[in-house]
């Protein structure tokens, strides 16, 4: 049990993650198993760059998966960690996107991966330093007046660290959101995989957390190569994730959805979500299957 947490139990209900609550990210091949099978679900996650274009199937697929359930549009490449500010063009289809889908959640991840024109295609760590906080904040301040709205910001895994930090990675989180006035997505995979790479205390990490900004939970799978855990996205989550997935649920002032993400050597259907109900504690208020 969190300890440091336990007196905040008190005064709300203990969150229990139940089958209710769980989504997916969806990928290019389940497109059809979706609109065919209809599986109860809490959220379903598209990447928003995929579907930046108006015309053609990508946006059809939108509009309808928000038939079966609500959606969240979930962004790989704003870098709000850039230095150089954002790029507009992007943000503007980003904009039109958000304009015609109205999803639930609106996402993007603490990271950069642009300099100029040159894009990484990669979600790169930043120092975890005041003025790249103050820059960051900046940059969401930027994205919510553009689309009117809250986005919620992801913390990355990473695999390299910078002389120039000087705080923890849990500190840095959480003045951006307070700085911002944003949401957060806690992906509690890529806090597992950072304390394991820069030997911290998951504890430590949770206990700063601003609970009332968490509006998304993301679990996945990771692979060990040579020294270091790698955020792959290609299997389950391990056990380790699974218990703290409860640990953390269990601190949720509201009740967030539960997402399992799934990029690569991906399952089929079915056994996706199977994998994503494993996820629950409790079933919740009926044992949904696969129409």
Request: aromatic letters at 8%.
């Amino acid at each position: 049990m969190l300890a440091c947490l336990s007196c905040q139990q008190h005064t709300r209900t203990i969150m229990t993650v139940s089958i209710d609550c769980l989504g997916i990210g969806l990928r290019t091949p389940h497109y059809k198993d979706l609109l065919e099978k209809r599986p109860h679900l809490s959220l379903i996650e598209f990447h928003s760059e995929n579907h930046f274009y108006s015309n053609g199937h990508s946006r059809t697929i939108l509009h309808k998966a928000k038939e079966i359930a609500p959606i969240s549009l979930h962004g790989v490449g704003l870098s709000l960690g850039s230095a150089d500010g954002l790029d507009n063009s992007h943000l503007k289809k980003l904009v039109n996107l958000v304009d015609d889908i109205n999803p639930s959640l609106i996402s993007e991840h603490i990271s950069w991966g642009r300099i100029g024109n040159i894009h990484t295609h990669d979600l790169l760590p930043l120092p975890y330093c005041k003025d790249v906080i103050q820059l960051v904040a900046d940059n969401i301040d930027h994205v919510q007046q553009a689309l009117g709205r809250e986005i919620i910001v992801e913390n990355v895994s990473s695999y390299v660290s910078f002389e120039q930090s000087n705080m923890k990675e849990w500190d840095f989180v959480y003045e951006i959101l307070e700085k911002a006035d944003c949401g957060f997505l806690l992906d509690i995979n890529n806090v597992f995989v950072n304390s394991q790479n820069f030997n911290f205390n998951i504890e430590d990490y949770l206990k700063s957390l601003p609970w009332d900004r968490v509006k998304e939970v993301h679990v996945a799978g990771h692979q060990a190569e040579e020294n270091l855990l790698v955020d792959t996205h290609d299997r389950p989550a391990c056990s380790e994730v699974k218990s703290w997935l409860d640990k953390v649920y269990s601190q949720c002032i509201n009740k967030p959805p539960v997402l399992l993400e799934w990029d690569s050597s991906l399952p089929s259907f079915e056994k996706l979500i199977a994998h994503m109900h494993d996820l629950a504690t409790e079933p919740g208020i009926e044992n949904y299957a696969l129409a």
